[in-house]
C-alpha cells in the first residue's frame, strides 16, 4: 500500500472517489457533502490531496482546502474504500495529508470540521484540539 501526494496521474480515480465519497454518506446516513469529479480533480492537479493505492487499486483518499489567503487549512473528503477498512488506514491517511499540509503551507492553522467519532478520534491522536 502507498499513500502519495497526488499528482495529474491520479485523476483517472476521481469517479470512483466521488463514488466511494457519496456510497458511504448514505450507508451512514450522513449528509456529506457532495463532491463533484471535476472538483476532485482540481485537487489531484495542484498537489492538494493524497491518496492511498494498492497496486492500481484506489484504496482512499483525503483533500486539503485553504482559506484566508492560506492562513487556514482545513482536510476534507477523508474516505477509504470499503475493502480497505479496519486497516487503519484513515489514520494513515490523515497523517500523511496532515504532514503534506505543514509543508505546503507551513504558517497556516490546520484545523478539522467533523462530527464523526472515528475521525474526531483521529484528529485528537494526531494532535488537535477541540474548540
Known sequence: MKIV???S???VYA???CDTI???AKVRGTGIAKRSPEYIVSKIESGNA???LDGDNFAGFCYIETWSNKTYVVHSGL???PNYRNLGLAKKIKRKVFEHSKVMYPN???FGI???LAVMKINAELGYKPV
Open 114 to 116: 467533523t462530527t464523526g
Open 108 to 110: 497556516a492553522k490546520i
Open 22 to 24: 457519496a456510497d458511504s
Open 9 to 11: 496521474s491520479h485523476k
Open 5 to 7: 501526494t497526488t499528482n
Open 50 to 52: 493524497v491518496i492511498a
Open 79 to 81: 474516505i477509504v474504500h
Open 15 to 17: 469517479d470512483i472517489i
